[in-house]
């Protein structure tokens, strides 16, 4: 008779569902987005705008400030901006005064959650988040559209958060990506990121015709393929300790 596969396929299985387990968490946080390993410039507690100003050199200066307990997905407060009706700049900030140029190269994304309120009348006409434009010392200026739309508001009669993701490496100098050039070359004098937002029909402003649009938890994100590289420390540390035990 052969003995050779006499161990119960059940207890096999018992003692591989450690390391199953673990591959698994790892093809998780592979391709599902974490704020764990975020680096949050933007989260507008206790009063402060963390740096933002209105967007420069605009024919209008959208009015910023931080609200308690409204559009807030990180903590207590958001950003709120009153954009004119005809007018697409919102808040502007230079990355470089909360983070440093090596948390810009090490994270290719660029995440922030903002809220549209239609049913609460902040919007009534429109309200929209097209574009995001980088400016830097060096003279670059670059703009696209995040890449995960929707992008705007879903109408007068609902709600709505859209977390909106911006793909660093589609901003390109001279064909090569924004974030392999800083890798090579001098870290300019200013970051500056800067939204391109417009809302309409709202009650805020002298002509009570400004839409209110609302920011939070800006931050860095890396790409999975740098959070699955985390990630493979894990199987390695179940085998490590396995063998311990064993000893």
Do not use: C
């Not at 050199?57 to 004119?84: E, H, I, K, M, R």
């Amino acid at each position: 008779m052969n003995q050779m596969n006499s161990t119960p396929v059940s207890i096999v299985r018992i003692k591989r569902t450690p390391m199953l387990l673990a591959f698994l968490a790892i093809a998780m946080l592979g391709v599902a987005p974490s704020n764990s390993f975020a680096v949050v410039f933007g989260d507008f507690e206790n009063g402060s705008l963390d740096g933002w100003i209105p967007a420069p050199f605009q024919s209008y200066t959208p009015a910023l400030s931080s609200v308690l307990g409204v559009g807030n997905t990180l903590n207590q407060s958001s950003l709120a901006v009153d954009n004119a009706a005809n007018d697409f700049w919102g808040p502007a900030k230079d990355l470089l005064s909360s983070v440093t140029a090596a948390d810009i190269i090490a994270n290719r994304y660029i995440r922030v959650d903002v809220t549209f309120r239609g049913l609460a009348g902040d919007i009534t006409g429109y309200g929209q988040v097209t574009n995001m434009a980088i400016n830097d010392g060096s003279g670059f200026f670059q703009q696209h559209a995040p890449i995960n739309p929707p992008n705007n508001w879903d109408g007068p009669g609902s709600n709505v958060v859209r977390s909106l993701t911006w793909d660093l490496d589609q901003y390109l100098v001279g064909g090569v990506p924004y974030r392999q050039w800083l890798a090579a070359n001098t870290t300019p004098s200013h970051i500056t990121a800067w939204f391109v937002a417009q809302g309409g029909g709202g009650p805020f402003g002298p002509n009570m015709n400004l839409g209110r649009i609302y920011y939070d938890n800006a931050r860095l994100v890396p790409e999975p393929a740098s959070l699955l590289l985390i990630g493979l420390a894990v199987p390695a540390l179940v085998v490590a300790t396995r063998r311990r035990l064993r000893k």
